[in-house]
């Protein structure tokens, strides 16, 4: 390892994320990275084999997350979110608590079907309008708030198209849909329900016992009733297709590029609803930051962070009890808290590979980076677009250690039933 090399990788890498989270004069995320990127190129620690080697790892998993973001704001754009969560309102019979728990488990299934933005994104505006409309005070509304900001991670774990980070983690090693649904299923299971125990216990003085049930779901608020019923078969008819293509290596974009084109086809056609807001509304610029941020991050691995991680890891794996799941995914999960989910699956896989390990020990990197990102405000993108939008739609702002407190006093503890569960998992497998 070059001393000088990984000293210059690391300062461009902490500029590039300086320029993402600071975004002088409205930079926009993509560009920031891309400066960085450029730089590490001009600099000459990365080459053009690095380049396209970065490409065939994130591309896949890119155009997958983007058509899935497109595919859920088609859905909102039909009224299906708001109907789904005026539901909730009206299943709590009144209740809060009840409430609490029905907007947790609604955002966990959107999270596990349209990726963790989709419900940090889409649901949250929501959510936040109607508990504004049920006569909720800001500490009430705070604490569903930030229970739908947190569960949108915890509970993006079941699906390779639950969460960017788990595409990356698991199509480097091969892992097809199929194979990771079904060793990831009952892990998400265990980090929902304690999300929802810890959760409650963390915010049980803001829920208040009672709620007003008035919050009606009028007919005319469905604008496309043709696509607003094509919910639940799309999301059957994408599982089924994901399945089907993992099981003869077809990457889950070629699924999922075709359904949401075919999706802004429908809402053209039946010009109801606003087709071209869901492809300017997608995130962009986050193919920008993918390839930028982890050209910087390539390089900052192969100068030396590499070897320091697998020294940490490598000594992990004699320990007993699952501790060497634990401690490797909470290894990933802070890197994950300090570099951002994106850059650090990139390095967790490069880290992996250069120890040449297998099994199931693999999948920390995804829970690692799926629940890790709850430990600082500037752990996902999804994190940081979920607190402006929040700022600028809700006019409420998230203070960094309000936000870190629940990230550590919940994220903590999920995230290491949720890696113990995949360890007694190995054993089994």
Avoid: C
Avoid at 71 to 76: C, M, R
Avoid at 102 to 109: H, K, P, R
Wanted: proline share 4%; aromatic share 14%; glycine share 6%.
């Amino acid at each position: 390892m070059n001393d000088l090399y990984f000293i210059a990788s690391l300062a461009i890498f902490i500029f590039s994320l300086v320029l993402v989270i600071k975004k002088p004069r409205g930079i926009g995320i993509g560009y920031s990275a891309s400066i960085g990127a450029i730089i590490t190129v001009l600099a000459g620690f990365t080459t053009l084999e690095d380049f396209l080697n970065v490409i065939s790892i994130v591309w896949n998993a890119t155009l997958t997350f983007i058509s899935v973001v497109i595919i859920s704001l088609v859905f909102d754009e039909a009224g299906v979110f708001e109907y789904l969560a005026t539901k909730i309102l009206a299943k709590s019979n009144g209740s809060g608590r009840r409430l609490f728990f029905l907007t947790i488990l609604g955002g966990s299934f959107i999270s596990a079907f349209f990726a963790n933005d989709g419900t940090a994104l889409v649901l949250t505006p929501v959510i936040v309008a109607l508990l504004y409309r049920a006569g909720m005070d800001k500490k009430a509304i705070f604490a569903y708030v930030m229970a739908v900001g947190f569960i949108a991670d915890s509970a993006s774990i079941p699906l390779l198209v639950s969460n960017l980070v788990n595409i990356i983690a698991a199509t480097y090693f091969g892992i097809e849909f199929f194979s990771y649904m079904e060793v990831m299923v009952l892990p998400d299971i265990v980090s929902i329900t304690a999300s929802l125990l810890f959760l409650f216990v963390y915010f049980r003085k803001y829920i208040p016992e009672r709620i007003p049930e008035n919050v009606e779901f009028r007919q005319e608020e469905i604008k496309d009733p043709f696509i607003f019923k094509l919910f639940f078969p799309v999301i059957l008819s994408l599982i089924i297709l994901y399945s089907i293509g993992g099981l003869y290596n077809i990457p889950v974009s070629i699924v999922s590029m075709p359904a949401a084109l075919i999706m802004l086809l429908l809402a053209r056609r039946g010009k109801k609803i606003d087709y071209v807001k869901p492809v300017k509304e997608a995130p962009w610029q986050i193919i920008l930051f993918s390839i930028g941020m982890y050209i910087v991050v390539y390089a900052l691995a192969q100068n030396g962070l590499i070897s320091i991680m697998a020294i940490a890891i490598g000594s992990f794996q004699g320990l007993p009890y699952g501790m060497n799941f634990v401690l490797t995914g909470f290894l990933f999960a802070f890197s994950a808290s300090f570099m951002n989910n994106l850059p650090s699956v990139l390095l967790g896989d490069l880290t992996l590979q250069h120890l040449h390990m297998t099994g199931l020990i693999l999948l920390t990197n995804a829970i690692g980076n799926d629940i890790g990102p709850k430990f600082t405000p500037i752990g996902s993108l999804a994190t940081l677009v979920w607190l402006y939008m929040l700022d600028r739609k809700a006019k409420m702002k998230i203070r960094t250690v309000d936000y870190m407190k629940l990230g550590l006093a919940v994220g903590i503890p999920v995230l290491f039933l949720t890696l113990m569960t995949l360890w007694l998992e190995s054993l089994f497998i």
